[in-house]
Nanobody, 115 residues
Framework: QVRLMESGGGLVQAGGSLRLSCAAS????????MGWYRRPPGKVREPVAV???????RYEDSVKGRFTISRDNAQNTVYLQMNNLKPEDTAVYCC?????????WGRGTQVTVGT
């Protein structure tokens, strides 16, 4: 079983930046996809960004051009660089690993964007 631990969240003013990290306890090189999801206050979880095994990326429309997902298989870590943050980006951000028969989730890290 691979465990995921997110870090890098916090409080930032609108227009600021944060870099989230998701460290895996085991190898992620064979993960079909690694992704970041978020759960805004009072809302359901939604996808933010996904990166495939070969490095292809997909983004939710509202974060395109502002967020960048990347993966470092050697460090078993996935990153989410978030620039030009907006108050509507406030959410708990969770990391996901699609490992085929297993689909693992981290516990999340809180991101709060002030006006």
């Amino acid at each position: 079983q691979v465990r995921l631990m997110e870090s890098g969240g916090g409080l930032v003013q609108a227009g600021g930046s944060l870099r989230l990290s998701c460290a895996a306890s085991g190898s992620i090189s064979d993960a079909r996809t690694m992704g970041w999801y978020r759960r805004p206050p009072g809302k359901v979880r939604e996808p933010v960004a996904v990166i495939t095994k070969i490095g292809s990326t997909r983004y939710e429309d509202s974060v395109k051009g502002r967020f960048t997902i990347s993966r470092d298989n050697a460090q078993n870590t996935v990153y989410l660089q978030m620039n030009n943050l907006k108050p509507e980006d406030t959410a708990v951000y969770c990391c996901n690993a699609d490992l085929g028969p297993m689909n693992e989730w981290g516990r999340g890290t809180q991101v709060t964007v002030g006006t």
